[in-house]
C-alpha cells in the first residue's frame, strides 16, 4: 500500500530523528530544554616579573563521566547525582577547568607560554590534574559547594613528577536555586584555581611572595 505524499514525508522524518547517534526520536523531536548558560571567572590576576620558565601546558583535566559534562551537578546524597535543569555550563567541567588554569597562569607573567597544547613537540613543564568534585550537595546545615582537585606537575625534560598535591574549596549557598549556586561556584573556583595557581608557580620554580 502506498502512503500519501504527507505521510510517506512525516514517516520518513521520524524515522531519520531515530537513527541520529545518541539521541532518540522524542528528544530530536521536542528538542533540548532551553538552559542559561554560565562561565566561571579566574582569581584575581597575579603579576610575577618577566618570563623566567618557557612553556607549560595545562592538560585538560581527567574526571568521571558524571562530570565530564556541561550540566551543573548537585548531589542530594552521596549515592545520588542530579542536574540543574535551567542552568549549565559553557563548557564542560574539564574544559572548564582548564581554561581558568591557562587564563590565570598566563596572566602571571612567569612563562614564555601557557596553553593547552605544546607549541612543538611537547613543553617544559605540564599540569595534569583529576577532578573529584565540582558539585553541589546537601548537607545538614544546608547546600555547600565542593570543588576538589588533585594535581601533579611534570617535568617534560626530566620525565618525571616534580611535585604533587591535593586543593579544596567549600563555599555554602544559600539554597539549591541557580541564582544562589552560581555565584556560589564561582567564588569556589576562584580559591581553587588560586591555590593552584600558587602552587604551580611554586613548583616551577617561582616564589608567589615576589608575584603582586
Given at each position: 500500500?502506498?502512503?500519501?505524499?504527507t505521510?510517506?514525508?512525516?514517516?520518513?522524518?521520524?524515522?531519520a530523528?531515530?537513527?541520529?547517534?545518541?539521541c532518540?526520536?522524542?528528544?530530536?523531536?521536542?528538542g533540548?530544554?532551553?538552559r542559561?548558560?554560565?562561565?566561571?571567572?579566574?582569581?584575581?590576576?597575579?603579576?610575577c616579573?618577566p618570563?623566567?620558565?618557557?612553556?607549560?601546558v595545562?592538560e585538560?583535566?581527567?574526571?568521571?563521566?558524571?562530570?565530564?559534562?556541561n550540566?551543573?551537578?548537585?548531589r542530594?546524597?552521596?549515592?545520588?547525582?542530579?542536574?540543574?535543569?535551567?542552568?549549565?555550563?559553557?563548557?564542560?567541567?574539564?574544559l572548564?577547568?582548564?581554561?581558568?588554569?591557562?587564563?590565570?597562569?598566563?596572566?602571571?607573567g612567569?612563562f614564555?607560554?601557557?596553553?593547552?597544547?605544546p607549541?612543538?613537540?611537547?613543553?617544559d613543564?605540564?599540569?595534569?590534574?583529576d577532578?573529584?568534585?565540582?558539585?553541589?550537595e546537601?548537607?545538614?546545615?544546608?547546600?555547600?559547594?565542593?570543588?576538589?582537585?588533585?594535581?601533579?606537575?611534570?617535568?617534560?625534560?626530566?620525565?618525571?613528577?616534580?611535585?604533587r598535591a591535593?586543593?579544596?574549596?567549600?563555599?555554602?549557598?544559600?539554597?539549591?536555586?541557580?541564582?544562589d549556586?552560581?555565584?556560589?561556584?564561582?567564588?569556589?573556583?576562584?580559591?581553587l584555581?588560586g591555590?593552584?595557581?600558587g602552587?604551580?608557580?611554586?613548583?616551577s620554580?617561582?616564589?608567589?611572595?615576589s608575584?603582586?
Open positions: 500500500m502506498r502512503l500519501p505524499p505521510r510517506l514525508i512525516r514517516a520518513l522524518a521520524v524515522a530523528m531515530a537513527a541520529l547517534p545518541g532518540g526520536a522524542l528528544s530530536a523531536l521536542q533540548e530544554p532551553e542559561d548558560l554560565f562561565e566561571l571567572r579566574p582569581p584575581a590576576a597575579l603579576t616579573g618570563a623566567r620558565i618557557g612553556e607549560l595545562v585538560p583535566p581527567k574526571t568521571r563521566g558524571t562530570l565530564d559534562s550540566r551543573i551537578m548537585i542530594p546524597s552521596v549515592l545520588q547525582t542530579q542536574y540543574l535543569p535551567d542552568a549549565e555550563w559553557g563548557d564542560t567541567v574539564p572548564t577547568l582548564q581554561r581558568l588554569l591557562v587564563e590565570s597562569l598566563g596572566a602571571t612567569s614564555r607560554h601557557v596553553g593547552r597544547a607549541l612543538g613537540l611537547s613543553g613543564y605540564a599540569l595534569i590534574s577532578i573529584r568534585d565540582f558539585n553541589a546537601m548537607a545538614d546545615g544546608g547546600v555547600v559547594i565542593r570543588l576538589t582537585v588533585d594535581a601533579q606537575m611534570v617535568s617534560e625534560m626530566e620525565a618525571n613528577v616534580v611535585s591535593s586543593f579544596s574549596a567549600t563555599v555554602p549557598a544559600a539554597s539549591t536555586r541557580t541564582a549556586l552560581i555565584p556560589a561556584f564561582d567564588a569556589g573556583a576562584r580559591q584555581v591555590q593552584m595557581r602552587w604551580a608557580l611554586t613548583a620554580g617561582v616564589a608567589p611572595s608575584c603582586r
